[in-house]
């Protein structure tokens, strides 16, 4: 059998990419994105081009709500859209994977503001990074009675929420501002709590 031509891909090449390429999801290392590449490999032609399409299909069709910047298929998240949420309560999370944690646990019905992330100077993250003005923006159009500050438990986290706390209070001094309760474990992210931890967070949140 001829050899291929050199620089013309070979199924180790295929192989090695799909390893290297699943290795980036989060939490997956290489060994764990070789199992899955293997798995793949020992399903059926038309079952891998389903899990190709839906991929594809989630970046062609979810994009930011324009209110909350929510994950939303359309202009709205369905939080946005839901009339029956209470309209003068913000709950401010880093990223749109916290709203589905509280959202779990049942406990909130108001709305939520995504800031993209938390302040962290070291790794070029500044006010201007996050959607800081956004959020003033909506509280001095909406006029919301309070804002729940929810980021993270971390160190970037808490530097995020004291910036924040301080800034609503200057602008809007007559706005609540509540923190999450200690019903969060310090260093933890918000994301892999479970629902009776929000739950417990939510009713004992404080005031800053």
């Given amino acids: 059998m001829a050899e291929a031509p050199l620089g ?63 994950f939303a ?5 369905a939080v946005c859209s839901d009339e029956r949420r209470e309209h003068g309560l913000i709950c401010v999370v880093e990223q749109p994977s916290d709203i589905f944690t509280i959202e779990r646990s049942g406990e909130f019905r108001g709305r939520y503001h995504v800031l993209g992330g938390a302040l962290s100077p070291i790794d070029g993250v500044d006010v201007e990074d996050l959607r800081f003005a956004q959020l003033f923006e909506r509280i001095a159009r909406e006029r919301p009675q309070e804002v729940v500050i929810a980021t993270n438990a971390t160190t970037t986290g808490e530097a995020t929420a004291l910036y924040l706390a301080d800034e609503l209070h200057r602008r809007f001094p007559e706005l609540r501002v509540t923190r999450l309760a200690s019903g969060l474990p310090a260093g933890a992210d918000l994301e892999y709590a479970d629902e009776l931890t929000v739950s417990r967070a939510l009713r004992g949140r404080y005031a800053l």
């Fill in 73 to 77: 298929e359309g202009e709205l998240c």
């Fill in 8 to 70: 013309t891909p070979t199924q180790a090449d295929a192989l090695e990419r799909a390893i290297t390429e699943l290795s980036r999801l989060p939490g997956i290392g290489r060994r764990t994105a070789q199992r899955l590449a293997f798995f793949l490999l020992g399903r059926s032609g038309p079952e891998v081009a389903a899990l190709a399409e839906a991929l594809l299909d989630l970046k062609r069709r979810i994009g930011e709500c324009r209110v909350c910047f929510n």
